[in-house]
């Protein structure tokens, strides 16, 4: 009789946790990361809006801020920067251990993981996809990431579930480097990569069965010009308390829109349910509606978006761009870059582009990085009478009419590009058009389609000058590094270059190179103040305003913390959902 | 030429407009490029005739308007002085006709203070200002491209409907090619090909010759058709037996057939002209920045902040409306043959 009830006691239990697993999804054996966030309802279907295009879907690859962001939801990394203490935690890799000297990182896997396609994960697409960011002929961003002292960090398989990663040199803050170091499925990308076609593999037009990641979740569907969606990944790693495998929401789409004020009208009308980057003025206009509509603004502080002027001094130009050779010799000469920085009234862009939301800025280690920023950098106020001054001693003269002519008697004038879809970088080039009109200096302000604007910057290096901005990713200099290194693939005033052209580039690859290999916070500290003072010295780019974070969502939207890092509001998508009750009670 | 009554209003009503835009010099108070970034997006002053105290004054004055601390664009007037609206004032430099330089404007009020009579865009620059001076390119872009698309399509259609035959044959197929071409999507793809930096002047003649070449094929197939029916007429046969030359045909008694087809396209071609110029520019691919033209003014309410709060942004826009309600108005009256 006992051994009855024992019996059927053991197999109410068996039941009842076959049922709880099925109900979860969770097979035994995988070894899911638990998730502390708010307890939501799974189901619902977000809708975002994105400025532009992604380019590509290929994180190898990716370069721009729209593919980053949805890539960002489709892939995983080993260890992630947690958006909202801006520390380190366990993600793809449970656990890991430093030696002693700092050279070597043993991480532990998870177990059990599968990608959005089924397939298990294990060490070997940690060991294939790090082969494949560090292959030069591939050009990946993150590359410049992976490399110290000028060797490539070496990833090997020590068991089925651990990886050992040595670096070639001491390396400050490691673990911060395996951020968006997105993991590849090998059983996918392998035979691409030994074909040597890896870098033109999933391009926008890849049918969703093929791209394949661990992040929270995978493609659905791509329409050109209009949307794309992407669909739970139901394989996703991460659970929350109660055992809930996440990510909540079943789907995102990402509509593209063209440009913010299309994204704050379709905000406002309620047909997205979040807006990542608000202008200041829209903000001001929305606030006064966010009681009425639903929706809630948050003004997070200062960005590390920096905002600069960017002249051509590329070595290598087309044949056919005559005038831009001929405007180098200007470009190149420090003192000119010096007097078109004291010319520009960087207060009153913050007031007019910004509405005082934002911050003027003369490197570009913005107010908002409180633990990098040198505080003794100078901040000059405009002085048309130096920037004068600076013009007559690099031989700049001044004919009758005021027009400024250089030594040859040829007018100074230049054209800036800006990206027609950013109306505040637009607004950037008129006010620097009118700053610089008392100096004699004629300025063309040419408005772009974003990507015609990028591949000439990038590609065909066909331009004067432009205006752009960059930032976000993490605080620590290691994530500036691609810009600052003369080798760096985002080395914007003068890509391609084999070996620093100037002395004082010479100067800054080694202090970049010196602060990635040091392990002391203070020592490192000085080392990037010093690359921020010749950078304030030399003007690669001219820095000019730096904004606020200003993001909006939907009230019932629930666990949304957005944070000034890197993507502000969809760091957490997978735990993002939608309060029904909230919704009953709005309509 | 006798105008019929109900047009006299629109029709003085466009004369005024366009010499209005041909004196913005004059009667602009600023420079169309002054900027006064302390006056961002202010509304329209307020002209006063008396004070805060009820007191009435003589000349109207403004008061200084302030941007309330913190609260961006959002101005409070500076009541401690009175700044008088003087007429015939000196300022600002400018070149009327191009050719003759003056400073003296029809009104102004000293600095500091503004009077800004349509209020100020994002830059402080003024609205009625840019207005006059954005007039100037966007009316005559209009009348321009329609003066040489008509040209075209006169010389074109007559020769066309005239010699008849493979010459017709040719004309007209070229014809039917610039009809099925999608114009907006052309001038969009030639804007890539142009170099990227072009002048204000350089611009506007581009402008003027892009849109007035794509626009010759409507009223060139009209006219075609006229000089076709004309050329059978008996009194044309007539001076054709007494010897006389194509070109005396043409000139004397074909030409004059086609004058109320090309007035009724021209009350028909310049407003639409107008208004491809008003998109391109508002589109970012007309004149460029600092330049106005009525479609770069426009462009800032793509801005969702200007369309909510900024009312005085519209005013191109009603200007516009009202002018081609002007051009709607004659183009009826001349197709029920008003003009006589």
Redesign the interface.
């Known amino acids: 009789m006992n051994r009855n009830i024992l019996r059927l006691v053991l197999a109410s239990i068996a039941v009842l946790f076959l049922e709880l697993t099925a109900i979860a999804g969770l097979p035994a054996g995988e070894e899911l990361a638990v998730s502390h966030c708010e307890s939501g309802s799974s189901g619902g279907h977000l809708v975002v809006s994105l400025r532009s295009e992604p380019k590509t879907l290929n994180p190898v690859v990716s370069n721009d801020i729209s593919s980053r962001e949805v890539l960002a939801l489709t892939h995983a990394d080993l260890i992630h920067i947690d958006r909202a203490t801006q520390q380190t935690q366990a993600a793809l890799a449970k656990s890991w251990k430093v030696s002693s000297d700092g050279l070597k990182y043993t991480l532990q896997l998870r177990r059990g993981l599968r990608f959005s396609d089924g397939v298990p994960f294990d060490a070997d697409d940690v060991v294939f996809s790090f082969k494949v960011y560090l292959d030069q002929s591939l050009g990946s961003p993150q590359r410049d990431l992976l490399i110290i002292n000028g060797k490539g960090i070496s990833v090997e398989k020590t068991g089925p579930y651990t990886v050992t990663v040595s670096l070639p040199g001491p390396y400050a803050s490691a673990e911060r480097l395996f951020d968006s170091i997105a993991i590849l499925p090998k059983h996918i990308l392998e035979k691409p990569y030994q074909y040597g076609k890896l870098a033109h593999t999933w391009a926008l037009d890849t049918s969703p069965e093929q791209l394949v990641g661990l992040g929270p979740f995978r493609l659905k569907s791509y329409v050109p010009g209009q949307n794309l969606t992407l669909e739970k990944n139901p394989f996703y790693w991460k659970a929350d308390r109660r055992g809930v495998r996440l990510p909540y929401l079943s789907e995102i789409t990402f509509l593209f829109v063209g440009?913010e004020?299309a994204e704050?009208?379709r905000f406002?009308a309620g047909e997205t349910d979040l807006m990542n980057r608000i202008s200041?003025?829209?903000y001001?206009?929305?606030e006064r509606e966010q009681a009425s509509r639903g929706f809630r603004l948050y003004d997070l502080g200062p960005s590390l978006e920096y905002n600069f002027l960017l002249f051509n001094l590329n070595g290598q130009i087309p044949a056919q761009s005559k005038d831009v050779l001929r405007k180098q010799e200007w470009f190149r000469d420090v003192r000119f870059r010096q007097a078109i920085s004291l010319a520009i009234?960087r207060e009153?862009m913050n007031?007019?582009v910004y509405?005082?939301r934002g911050a003027p800025i003369w490197t570009h280690v913005t107010p908002g990085n409180l633990l990098w920023q040198d505080a003794s950098i100078p901040h000059p106020l405009r002085s048309l009478a130096k920037s004068r001054e600076f013009l007559r001693s690099a031989g700049f003269t001044w004919r009758s009419d005021g027009s400024l002519v250089d030594s040859r008697n040829i007018p100074v004038?230049?054209?800036i590009?800006t990206s027609?879809s950013s109306?505040q970088r637009?607004?950037m080039a008129?006010?620097l058009?009118?700053d610089l009109?008392p100096l004699g200096i004629e300025i063309?302000?040419?408005?772009l389609e974003f990507r015609?604007m990028l591949d000439r910057v990038f590609q065909t290096h066909d331009?004067?000058a432009a205006v752009m901005g960059l930032g976000g990713g993490d605080v620590d200099p290691n994530s500036q590094i691609n810009v600052w290194l003369s080798s760096g693939d985002d080395h914007l005033w003068d890509l391609g270059e084999t070996k620093p052209s100037t002395s004082w580039e010479a100067d800054i690859d080694h202090l970049m190179a010196l602060q990635v290999s040091t392990l002391k916070e203070r020592y490192r500290k000085h080392l990037y103040d010093r690359v921020q003072e010749i950078e304030a010295e030399n003007l690669p780019i001219i820095c000019l305003v730096s904004p606020d974070i200003l993001v909006g969502a939907k009230e019932r939207l629930g666990n949304f913390h957005p944070s000034t890092l890197d993507s502000h509001t969809l760091w957490n998508a997978d735990e993002l959902f939608f309060a029904a009750e909230r919704r009953a009670s709005s309509h | 030429m006798n105008v019929p009554r109900g047009i006299r209003g629109p029709l003085s009503l466009l004369v005024v407009v366009h010499i209005s835009a041909l004196l913005a010099g004059f009667l602009a108070p600023y420079n169309f490029v002054d900027q006064d970034r302390s006056l961002s997006l202010s509304p329209p002053s307020k002209v006063h005739l008396s004070d805060s105290q009820g007191k009435p004054h003589w000349p109207p004055f403004v008061y200084r308007l302030i941007e309330r601390p913190g609260h961006f664009g959002e101005y409070l007037e500076d009541t401690s002085q009175r700044y008088g609206i003087g007429f015939l004032v000196r300022s600002s430099e400018y070149r009327a006709f191009g050719v003759y330089s003056s400073n003296i404007h029809l009104f102004g009020v000293s600095p500091p203070a503004r009077l800004c009579l349509m209020g100020t865009d994002s830059y402080g620059r003024d609205v009625f200002s840019r207005l006059l001076y954005g007039g100037q390119i966007s009316l005559f872009t209009g009348l321009l491209a329609a003066g040489l698309s008509l040209f075209l399509a006169t010389m074109l259609g007559t020769v066309a409907g005239y010699y008849g035959h493979w010459i017709d044959a040719t004309i007209m197929r070229i014809d039917e090619l610039f009809l099925a071409l999608p114009w907006l999507y052309l001038l969009l793809g030639l804007r890539a090909f142009l170099p990227l930096r072009i002048s204000p002047g350089q611009a506007f003649l581009l402008l003027i010759i892009v849109i007035g070449i794509v626009g010759w094929a409507r009223p060139g197939r009209l006219i075609r058709g006229i000089v076709l029916s004309a050329k059978e007429r008996t009194y044309v046969r007539a001076a054709r037996s007494f010897g006389a030359s194509d070109s005396y045909v043409i000139v004397h008694h074909i030409l004059p057939q086609t004058r109320s087809v090309i007035l009724t396209q021209a009350a028909l071609l310049i407003p639409q002209y107008m208004l491809a110029e008003v998109t391109l520019s508002f589109l970012g691919l007309g004149v460029g920045e600092p330049t106005a033209s009525w479609g770069s003014m426009l462009a800032p309410l793509q801005s969702y902040h200007v369309l909510a709060s900024c009312w005085w942004m519209f005013f191109p826009g009603l200007v516009l409306i009202t002018i081609f309600l002007s051009y709607g108005t004659i183009l009826r009256a001349l197709q029920q043959g008003g003009f006589s």
């Open positions: 440009n004020n704050v009208l406002a200041a003025q829209n001001n206009a929305l009234d009153a007031h007019i509405q005082g004038e230049f054209s590009l027609a109306n637009t607004q008129t006010m058009q009118e009109r063309h302000v040419v408005p015609t331009y004067e």
